[in-house]
């Protein structure tokens, strides 16, 4: 059976409940903003692996976007997204517009009060409302028992469990592993924005992640070296404008002391006109 392409929310949810009707007894959900790539492709294998049918949603969701960030450029190639969606096996996509997710008058936001605002949201204010609005809407539309996401967005991801936990929606969130290009460099949308010289600057991210994978290895594990090293390797580029280096619990997105199993080593920064994070979950 080919892939479907669904526009609004009212046929994602009869889609997701006539599977289960019909005897499948999994829905997975892969939350995107479209411009798919490797790591995309990744998330899909893995939910397909893991459930009876895939949905795939790509929306270039607006909430998430300050006023002066990309929202206007944000790389947009749904014809090709579709082909690699449904390459890797995806059963549908869905591709509502911005009225059938935000309703003309909505006034309704979710926000993980404190989380929300660290990381990536302390840089991006008001971005992880957004976030965590419009997962919440896809879950509730979709109904899935799992969806799929990116440990490159770590902090996202530490958003997302606590909203889901909190508002006891019964989806699992399942985080996938970095996907990386030869060179290190970890896969994003936004890497179409670096200029030649840039895309090598940014290899810089990767190699302070594996400096403090390989300190911890060898038995470092307090933070002010770990993070004083990572600094030290970024100012080696010095066109490359840090936006924040931490180390930090993941569940909490609070500052730690001391590396223990599971710590977040996460990395923002500014390539040029391009923000890049990078990140490693400390054994």
């Not at 090598?200 to 992640?209: H, N, P």
Request: proline content about 5%; some cysteine.
């Amino acid at each position: 059976m080919s892939m479907e392409i669904l526009r609004t929310v009212a046929e994602l949810r009869q889609w997701s409940r006539q599977e289960r009707n019909d005897g499948c007894n999994t829905i997975g959900l892969v939350p995107t903003m479209g411009a798919l790539h490797a790591g995309h492709a990744s998330l899909i294998r893995a939910a397909k692996a893991s459930v009876g049918y895939v949905a795939v949603s790509i929306f270039v969701n607006p909430t998430q976007f300050g006023p002066n960030e990309d929202f206007a450029r944000y790389p947009r190639s749904f014809d090709a997204d579709c082909v690699l969606a449904e390459a890797e096996g995806a059963d549908v996509v869905f591709a509502p517009t911005v009225e059938d997710l935000y309703p003309p008058g909505a006034a309704t936001y979710v926000e993980v009060e404190g989380l929300g605002n660290r990381l990536d949201g302390a840089s991006r204010p008001g971005h992880f409302r957004g976030v965590a609005t419009v997962v919440s809407k896809l879950l509730i539309a979709a109904e899935p028992d799992r969806a799929f996401f990116g440990q490159k967005d770590a902090a996202q991801c530490a958003v997302v469990r606590r909203m889901v936990a909190d508002l006891r929606l019964a989806t699992e969130i399942v985080v996938c592993p970095i996907v990386r290009e030869l060179d290190g460099l970890a896969i994003s949308s936004r890497n179409v924005y670096l200029s030649p010289a840039g895309r090598t600057q940014a290899l810089v991210l990767s190699r302070a992640v594996r400096q403090a994978e390989s300190a911890v290895a060898s038995g470092e594990r307090r933070a002010s070296p770990l993070l004083d090293a990572a600094r030290k390797t970024l100012a080696a580029e010095p066109d490359v404008r840090v936006d924040f280096i931490a180390l930090v619990d993941w569940a909490t997105l609070l500052p730690v002391e001391v590396a223990a199993p599971g710590t977040l080593f996460a990395i923002a920064a500014w390539v040029g006109a391009t923000r890049l994070i990078d990140n490693t979950i400390l054994a």
